[in-house]
């Protein structure tokens, strides 16, 4: 079983209505399968080494020039298409976090929908690398996905921002030039997973960037 079961959302006032899109643990992306509920804001409090599988945090010695496999902390780079165009971004998934089962069940509508599911949050951080300012609201981050065992697990969306250490897009503005970010996703997995993967890459990217974080049961 993963560790790090430590506090994932805690107990606060609901701030937004979070959609799951689960698909299947590996299903088609684009399946219509979908419920919806509120979350708690997360606080600053433990969520630290305790609350962290497996993660090398060292800078970066070099970066890959092309999708492959990566060990946690190792960054690679590559493009990203935004609405200002084509941007290369120096990517790194610094760590993951994983929750509980009884804390996956607070942020959907239905408590069954959760059921042997655990929400694990990747922390991935992008570096603009140029040509030029990315301007407005970034989507490189939807080319974050996590795997476990081998299979996509379901996206959680509106769950990223509220996390201690995530920043949330919609306040990125005219991202410079050598400016790093880090931006979460948030997935459901099967709660006895024993690997997770970090995959990063351009939608239908051949050869997408994963860390893996082997080891972390």
């Known amino acids: 079983m993963l560790h790090t079961r430590s506090a994932?959302?805690?107990?606060?006032?609901?701030v937004a209505v979070l959609a799951l899109a689960l698909t299947a643990c590996g299903g088609n992306k684009d399946a219509p399968s979908s419920a919806s509920g509120s979350g708690s804001?997360?606080?600053?409090g433990k969520n630290s080494a305790d609350a962290v599988a497996a993660a090398?945090?060292?800078?970066?010695?070099?970066?890959?020039?092309s999708g492959g496999?990566?060990?946690p902390g190792r960054s690679g780079t590559g493009q990203y298409k935004e609405e200002s165009g084509k941007t290369t971004y120096e990517v790194v998934a610094q760590r993951v976090h994983v929750g509980t089962e009884a804390e996956a069940r607070k942020v959907v509508q239905s408590?069954?929908?959760?059921?042997?599911?655990?929400?694990?949050?990747?922390?991935v951080k992008f570096t603009n690398k140029?040509?030029?300012?990315?301007?407005?609201?970034p989507k490189v981050n939807n080319g974050t996905e996590i795997y476990a065992d081998g299979q996509r697990g379901g996206l959680l969306i509106g769950a990223p921002e509220s996390l201690p250490g995530c920043e949330d897009p919609i306040d990125i503005d005219n991202w410079q030039v050598g400016e790093s970010h880090?931006?979460?996703?948030?997935y459901m997995i099967p709660e006895h997973s024993t690997s997770l993967e970090v995959h990063w890459g351009e939608e239908g990217a051949a050869r997408?960037?994963?860390?893996?974080?082997?080891g972390a049961g």
């Open 8 to 14: 994932w959302l805690r107990a606060a006032a609901p």
């Open 208 to 214: 997408p960037f994963v860390w893996k974080f082997d």
């Open 41 to 44: 804001r997360a606080d600053g």
């Open 111 to 123: 408590p069954e929908d959760a059921k042997g599911l655990v929400a694990v949050t990747a922390y």
């Open 130 to 137: 140029g040509p030029g300012i990315v301007k407005g609201l």
């Open 182 to 186: 880090v931006i979460c996703q948030t």
């Open 56 to 65: 090398d945090e060292k800078p970066a010695q070099s970066s890959e020039p």
């Open 69 to 71: 496999v990566l060990r």
